[in-house]
């Protein structure tokens, strides 16, 4: 597993509405930026899975970049969803970590780096 391959994880678990995919992906205590703010912890990052998923649609991520140090990978995509009729966008900021099995989970994900969607 590379670094880059989350996004396609990412991709592949909101698609099929599996919300336990997607919080699989994130070390125990990593933080996600959720619309109330960054939250901690596998339970506050289900929340936030599920809240996006409620929403219903599709996504879509091309990665950025993803650049590994030793165990450790910052990464960007460009993601959009479609919800309806409504699409929205945004770039990432993510920091991940190798695992000792060799796959990758996130410890930070901001899925708005720029503050677009915000307000």
């Known amino acids: 597993m590379e670094p880059a391959d989350l996004h396609s994880a990412v ?17 125990a205590d990593a933080w996600i930026f959720g619309p109330e703010g960054p939250v901690q912890g596998i339970e506050a990052i289900r929340a936030v899975w599920a809240g996006f998923i409620a929403m219903g649609g599709q996504i879509e991520m091309v990665t950025q970049y993803a650049v590994a140090h030793g165990d450790m990978a910052m990464l960007s995509n460009r993601w959009t969803a479609s919800i309806g009729a409504d699409e929205m966008s945004a770039n990432t900021a993510e920091l991940a970590r190798r695992q000792s099995d060799g796959t990758w989970k996130y410890v930070f994900d901001n899925p708005d780096a720029a503050g677009l969607l915000a307000g």
């Not at 991709?11 to 070390?27: G, I």
């Open 11 to 27: 991709q592949a678990a909101f698609n099929n509405a599996d919300v336990e995919a997607l919080v699989s992906l994130y070390e």
